[in-house]
């Protein structure tokens, strides 16, 4: 599977409706999901000079990562995170780790928005079985 197709089915088929089950049914179509690939310090989505997209703590590994963004667009409140290594990402395990750790990074992110202040909102905790097949088999 193409490196494109991978991070489009990923957004559309398990980032998306992960983040997605915290939210209301009228915040759905407010929030933005990109997912996106890049290195340790750019993505397609920011400028790699950004201060923001630097990690002196980690250095310049090489590798690509696979990011994720959301944004509630009427306030335009966005976050970042970062997935975990493309490579990485197409192993079963590594996939549901990084999920279920996203997942915790959303919920942290929601109550501290303006639209979801102080909530305490859950995000699905995705398993192995939860998974779509093609993350299984590759196809």
Do not use: K
């Not at 980690?58 to 009427?74: F, I, K, L, R, S």
């Not at 639209?115 to 998974?131: I, K, V, Y």
Request: proline letters at 5%; aromatic letters at 10%; a negative charge.
């Amino acid at each position: 599977m193409s490196r494109t197709s991978f991070v489009s089915r990923l957004r559309d088929q398990v980032i998306r409706p992960l983040i997605h089950s915290a939210l209301t049914e009228h915040e759905i179509p407010e929030v933005t999901v990109a997912v996106v690939t890049g290195t340790e310090h750019d993505s397609s989505l920011r400028d790699p000079r950004e201060p923001y997209w630097t990690f002196p703590d980690d250095g310049d590994d090489g590798h690509e990562y696979v990011w994720v963004h959301a944004t509630y667009q009427p306030t335009n409140e966005a976050a970042e995170w970062r997935l975990g290594r493309t490579a990485d990402l197409h192993e079963s395990s590594e996939l549901v780790d990084a999920l279920q750790e996203l997942g915790s990074r959303v919920e942290d992110w929601l109550c501290e928005t303006s639209f979801a202040w102080g909530e305490e909102r859950h995000t699905r905790r995705l398993g192995f079985g939860d998974l779509p097949e093609w993350t299984i088999t590759g196809a």
